[in-house]
């Protein structure tokens, strides 16, 4: 079997054996089951379990052997103990591919490590390759919805690819992602890597169609220059954004004994990143700020910056900002403050941060946007201070003191004029080959309501900022991206 076809079993199989299957809902044999039948996957699904019977009208079969027809896919959930047993009834099912969730492996000690031996040698002799052990699963967006993992929460299918050494920091991540709206193509916990490892994963990533971006977390790689020719090779086509675990001395323990990978020297490994044009983000958030910025603006080709703000201490915030992440403000021609005057009030800033002091019209604020990129040479444009005109009118009517009659028709034309604001940003980001960095207070982003100006950009695509801090340092790594782009070419 091709290694395309290795991998079209995990992540498009016709057909998928769940080995495990149970009715106790404390048990990953009901819930990893549960998720796969709820997340909607269309091909046939065949719970084991050797007592047989229905799950929740799902005939079960008591064993592999009893399934009519080839299986694509095993997910194995039985204990460690029963594992070795299980994985000979898929090489007698001739299964080329199988997810094993069960923990107990190399992780925990010699004896784990005899087994997951055993497991290893059995899926040689029968060319099984296998996702695991001590696995959080697999998720994938196509063609058909795969959902299984053990993370409650529903996936929903994208452009990123997410591959995690631990299973709980991928589901965060990709819980994460999707809390944005944006959508994963597969998502796989590594496991032990008893079988295939993360450089085979990225390779997968590297020809897959679906994914554009990859999202990592690892503790440590056995083959380091595998990894980094691997990761050398995808970055030229494909951002990696990597969150490392296991930088300090403690950390690094911590890692052999939660995956039994090698953490190795955090500086040494920091530097092969850089070199090889991996973004080696600090925290999940920093990764999705990151994310975002590269799937949803256009590529920044340098370093000058125009910051558009609608409040005087956010433009000296971001000044300040951008002096410390390298970025140059552009100063505004004379001709440019000319076309500015004729339609921003009289005592504007006339210089970059352009404080646009209460506009008037929400179309000043995307006209100031358009002459800022045709008659300067910024690089990207900061757009700072949304949001406060939606919150505003949300308070007048939840006030407990003024007649909401008095206020309805002032409160909904604001919320109205700032949704049409947001729709005129998306149009124009759309339309321009300059990035457009919205930065609205977190305040927006914690109101639940129709007509979030938040949820509105991440639903059009658009990654929208809640501090210009987060903004400019998710811009700064995005730019490092592409002029070390521009470096190899």
């Known amino acids: 079997m091709s290694y395309t076809d290795v991998f079209s079993s995990f992540f498009s199989p016709s057909s998928i054996a769940f080995i495990g299957a149970s009715k ?54 039985v204990p460690a103990e029963m594992t070795p047993d299980a994985m000979r009834e898929c090489a007698a099912k001739k299964i080329p591919a199988v997810v094993i969730i069960t923990a107990g492996f190399s992780e925990a000690g010699a004896p784990g490590k005899e087994l997951e031996k055993q497991v290893v040698q ?105 990894f980094f020719s691997i990761a050398k090779r995808i970055s030229r086509t494909k951002p990696i954004l990597l969150l490392k675990g296991g930088t300090s001395a403690s950390g690094a323990h911590a890692a052999m004994s939660h995956t039994g990978a090698i953490a190795g020297d955090a500086a040494i490994f920091g530097a092969m990143c850089a070199q090889t044009g991996i973004i080696q983000v600090d925290s999940i958030d920093e990764m999705v700020d990151i994310a975002g910025i590269l799937l949803s603006q256009p590529e920044m080709k340098g370093n000058k910056i125009g910051i558009i703000t609608q409040g005087g201490g956010w433009g000296v915030l971001a000044t300040d900002l951008c002096a410390r992440y390298g970025f140059e403000l552009e100063p505004l021609t004379s001709s440019l403050v000319e076309k500015l005057d004729a339609i921003l009030p009289p005592f504007w800033s006339r210089r970059n941060p352009i404080d646009l002091v209460a506009p008037g019209r929400v179309t000043v604020i995307t006209d100031t946007i358009r002459l800022l990129v045709e008659h300067s040479n910024v690089d990207a444009v900061l757009l700072l201070g949304l949001g406060y005109m939606t919150i505003r009118a949300r308070r007048w009517m939840q006030s407990t003191v003024i007649n909401i009659d008095d206020v309805r028709e002032h409160a909904e034309h604001m919320i109205s004029e700032e949704m049409k604001l947001m729709k005129l940003i998306v149009d124009q980001v759309r339309g321009l080959s300059t990035p457009v960095i919205p930065v609205i207070d977190q305040v927006a982003f914690d109101e639940i309501m129709d007509n979030n100006p938040v949820k509105f950009l991440d639903s059009s695509g658009i990654m929208a900022y809640s501090s210009p801090e987060y903004a400019i340092r998710a811009l700064s790594r995005a730019a490092w991206y592409y002029e070390r782009q521009r470096a190899r070419q």
């Open 122 to 226: 059995i899926a040689r002799e029968a060319k099984i390759r296998i996702v695991g052990p001590n696995t959080m699963g697999i998720f994938s967006g196509y063609p058909s919805r795969i959902n299984a993992i053990m993370g409650a929460t529903p996936l929903k299918p994208g452009r990123v690819g997410v591959i995690s050494q631990s299973g709980n920091l991928g589901t965060s991540i990709a819980h994460r992602l999707n809390r944005r709206e944006i959508g994963l193509s597969r998502l796989i916990s590594s496991g032990n890597e008893a079988d295939l490892t993360v450089e085979e994963y990225l390779e997968y990533l590297e020809h897959d169609e679906q994914t554009s971006l990859i999202c990592l977390y690892i503790e440590g790689v056995r083959n380091g220059r595998s």
């Open 24 to 77: 106790n809902l404390h048990k990953w044999g009901f819930n990893i089951l549960h998720h796969i039948v709820k997340g909607g996957y269309s091909g046939a699904l065949y719970p084991v379990n050797p007592n047989g019977g229905t799950w929740y009208g799902i005939p079960v079969y008591p064993s592999l052997r009893d399934i009519p027809g080839a299986v694509d896919l095993a997910i194995i959930v």
